[in-house]
């Protein structure tokens, strides 16, 4: 199954992003308008997310042949790939499996390691909800209010809810991120080497990765580099929307 998608630009070459966990393509749209004038650019909804389809394989080697099976079915002959947290690690993965097919690898605010994470509390927030129970979204949130005290996680949680006439469900597979959620914190495997360009851009304030293990990711990735946005967190994109815009040209037209 082909998954969803859309695409900005019909000319320059293209470019891949991947989101991240409980995130979909709309987190990159803004960033796509933008970067369309020059590159055609490509948002995906991995499986389980988004529009995309449910399935109840759920790690970084099936998502790998999912944006592979994309590639071809679009005729994309290589790309840039971009990948932010859980889509960062999906384009590591891909760049590592398909070297050939990647021409520049940026990598937003995860590393090629083990994450304890923590996204069980959301995911069994989502899971607890019994959505039949509520007629508007106001009441939701609320609901997830008392649980997540964090406006930003509401707001994330909030925009995977969806309606279909009056009924609300989840637009993620959430039993079965919760099912699959150690293997989507796992670290990658050892045996595999890229050698292109690599870029990992932290956010400043996020403690997802340090300057310190560039060393550690040169062991998968050799020509690793890694760039700080100021003032941002572990969702660069959002918190520093034109700083990270500029960053992403620069490393493009390297």
């Known amino acids: 199954m082909e998954l969803n998608y859309k695409v900005f630009g019909d000319v320059g070459e293209d470019i891949i ?3 991240g966990l409980l995130g979909s393509l709309d987190n990159f749209q803004t960033i796509a308008k933008q970067l369309s004038e020059t590159y055609r650019v490509w948002l995906l909804d991995m499986r389980n997310h988004g529009r995309s389809f449910h399935s109840e394989e759920m790690n970084y080697e099936v998502m ?3 944006v592979h099976e994309f590639m071809k079915s679009n005729q994309l002959a290589h790309a840039h790939l971009i990948g932010h947290s859980m889509g960062g690690k999906v384009a590591m993965n891909f760049a590592l499996t398909y070297p050939e097919l990647v021409n520049d690898l940026i990598i937003i605010d995860i590393g ?3 994450y304890e994470g923590d996204h069980q ?4 927030t ?4 019994s959505l039949n129970d509520f007629s508007e979204r106001s009441e939701i949130e609320e609901k997830i209010s008392e649980k997540i005290h964090s406006q930003k996680i509401v707001q994330l949680m909030m ?3 969806g309606r279909d006439q009056n009924t609300f469900f989840w637009k993620p597979n959430v039993e079965v991120i919760l099912k699959n959620y150690r293997l989507l914190m796992d670290t990658m495997p050892k045996h595999q080497i890229f050698n292109g360009k690599t870029v ?3 956010g400043e304030n996020s403690e997802y990765i340090e300057l310190d293990e560039l060393e550690d990711f040169r062991k998968y990735f050799s020509e690793a580099q890694m760039m700080i946005v100021p003032n941002s967190g572990h969702w660069v994109h959002a ?5 990270f815009l500029q960053l992403l040209f620069k490393i493009l037209n390297n």
Request: proline share 7%; glycine share 0%; charged share 40%.
């Open 17 to 19: 992003i991947i989101h």
């Open 159 to 161: 925009k995977n809810l």
């Open 126 to 129: 989502m899971k607890d909800i």
């Open 200 to 202: 990992f851009i932290k």
């Open 121 to 124: 509390v959301i995911l069994k």
């Open 64 to 66: 790998v042949e999912d």
């Open 112 to 114: 090629p390691k083990k």
């Open 239 to 243: 918190d520093q929307p034109e700083v």
